[in-house]
């Protein structure tokens, strides 16, 4: 790591300070999960690289402020992570629609979504963006919903014990026996 290289607790500070400049250390420990003691050396050592600036308010209050270079760094931290995020969404994307076309190679046309949170968005855009124009899916949020006996189960967050056939596959094993 270089020097001025920020880690991910001073990101955090970064990150809560830019969020609300009446902010105490205190409350900065508690917002990002570090310890009082922690902040206060990573305030000294922001505030040395030129990431942050203190005003005095008064006798006994500052604020800590972001500076342009503190700011510059929060943004180039948010634009990679949110790089690295869209990079494990198309991977994951990739992933699913492998394990929907080995299904749809084996003759299955019709698909049923269970489960209602981002994986099961995912599984649907997924199954979307394939455009076969001869595959049907639905979407249900729970197994007794489950009306199609004849087609295979996306099951995204499965119950232990839920497996009702060979067309109910858990998505996420499914995605893992690829790797």
């Known amino acids: 790591m270089s020097h001025q290289e ?3 607790r001073e990101l955090r500070i970064i990150d809560e300070v830019s969020k609300d400049l009446s902010l105490t250390q205190r409350d900065i420990s508690r917002k990002a999960g570090i310890s009082l003691g922690m902040v206060n050396i990573i305030l000294k050592r ?5 990431y942050i600036k203190v005003r005095q308010l008064n006798g006994k209050r500052i604020q800590y ?9 929060k943004t180039k931290k948010s634009y990679h992570y949110i790089l690295r995020t869209i990079t494990s ?12 076309l080995r299904e749809y190679e084996r003759g299955q046309r019709k698909f049923i979504i269970l489960g209602d949170d ?5 599984v649907e855009i997924s199954l979307r963006s ?4 001869d595959i049907r899916y639905k979407r249900v949020a729970r197994e007794e919903q489950i009306e199609d006996k ?3 189960i996306l099951a995204v967050n499965p119950k232990p014990g839920s497996k009702k056939s060979d067309r109910y596959l858990d998505i ?8």
């Open 6 to 8: 920020i880690t991910e």
């Open 46 to 50: 922001l505030i040395r690289k030129g």
């Open 65 to 73: 402020i972001l500076t342009p270079k503190g700011f510059a760094e």
């Open 89 to 100: 969404l198309r991977r994951m994307k990739g992933r699913i629609q492998e394990v929907i």
């Open 118 to 122: 981002e994986l099961a968005d995912i």
């Open 130 to 133: 394939l455009n076969k124009a």
């Open 150 to 152: 004849g087609a295979t």
């Open 172 to 179: 996420l094993a499914s995605i893992a026996e690829l790797e």
